[in-house]
């Protein structure tokens, strides 16, 4: 039986291990864009979930150049953990939402860091036009690309209420245009979104089992200060999951996955002073430690993940 470094899903560090041989760190870097649905294109506010910091509250200062970011945060981790190479993520709000000479620059900026050994970039799939793909594609060429597309959930009634802005079939014409070019994607999908019990959430996962995707990423939902679901939740407060529910959510995700598939995140960690529910959720090292305890003690580690023989969906 052969584990994942240690681990009963296919990790992301097993994965970077396996491809380069050494451990990889994420820079979260910040690319000074903003979001279709913000700035009125689509609509107003972004998505009811989202702080005012797009999701990229852990990212670099925007003003700085993108050498300068790197520099940066390389140097914050410098004392916490010894790296040679790293990837370039820019994460904050919607990272193809611009010009394709403006991303030209900025994309080109970091790979050309001889430490940056990968590119990463958080977006829309409504916001990949044909040029900014094929800008992709040409960027892949020198190294390694990434897109994550935030689909959240695959039921259109949540999609709406989240105000995502986009029906399902944009998702699915941006997977099958992004891997027409060989590049990678790995889906973020949010895990306790008002109105979605167990089926509703293990829904999502099967059918993202089957689409070609690379990876994924599983959130907890977080209720942050000055969001519209804070509003939601105060006004109309609905169930959020205890931590043993969350625990137990994964582990039935993860049962769903196949064994290719990279599982980027388990859980998420909301800024301390922006985090209204749930609490528990702020300590992510207890979480992890939590999910990858409950996965001993079920022995999952002799289930489904070491089925190699399992078929790709997508062949």
């Known amino acids: 039986m052969t584990l994942w470094n240690d681990k009963p899903y296919h990790s992301l560090d097993y994965e970077l291990k396996r491809r380069f041989g050494e451990k990889i760190y994420r820079l979260a870097l910040n690319g000074g864009m903003t979001c279709p649905n913000r700035d009125g294109r689509i609509g107003y506010g972004g998505c009811i979930f989202c702080s005012s910091g797009g999701s990229g509250e852990f990212a670099a200062d925007p003003a700085l150049s993108i050498r300068q970011q790197i520099a940066e945060a390389r140097e914050r981790l410098a004392g916490r953990r010894q790296a040679n190479h790293y990837i370039a993520y820019f994460q904050a709000y919607t990272n193809t939402y611009a010009p394709v000479p403006y991303l030209r620059s900025i994309f080109t900026e970091a790979i050309s860091c001889p430490e940056i050994i990968l590119l990463s970039i958080a977006t829309r799939p409504d916001c990949l036009q044909p040029e900014i793909v094929n800008l992709l594609s040409e960027l892949s060429r020198i190294k390694p ?62 059918y993202l089992n089957g689409r070609d995707i690379q990876g994924i990423k599983l959130q907890l939902l977080h209720i942050l200060k000055g969001t519209d ?37 388990l859980t998420g960690d909301g800024p301390k002073d922006l985090l209204i529910a749930p609490l528990w959720s702020s300590s992510k090292r207890h979480v992890l430690n939590t999910i990858h305890r409950e996965f001993r003690i079920r022995d999952t580690w002799q289930g489904k993940y070491y089925r190699k023989e399992w078929s790709t969906p997508y062949d």
């Open 229 to 265: 679901l804070a509003a939601l939740y105060e006004q109309e407060p609905f169930h959020v999951f205890t931590l043993e529910e969350y625990v137990e959510m994964i582990l039935a995700c993860t049962e769903q996955l196949r064994p290719d598939l990279v599982i980027h995140r």
């Open 145 to 206: 690309v990434w897109v994550e597309l935030g689909l959240q959930t695959i039921h259109e009634d949540t999609a709406a209420l989240i105000r995502r802005g986009y029906p399902l079939s944009v998702y699915e014409d941006a997977v099958s245009r992004l891997r027409s070019h060989g590049i990678e994607i790995i889906t973020h999908v949010i895990l306790g979104l008002p109105g979605e019990d167990r089926e509703r959430m293990l829904q999502t996962i099967r």
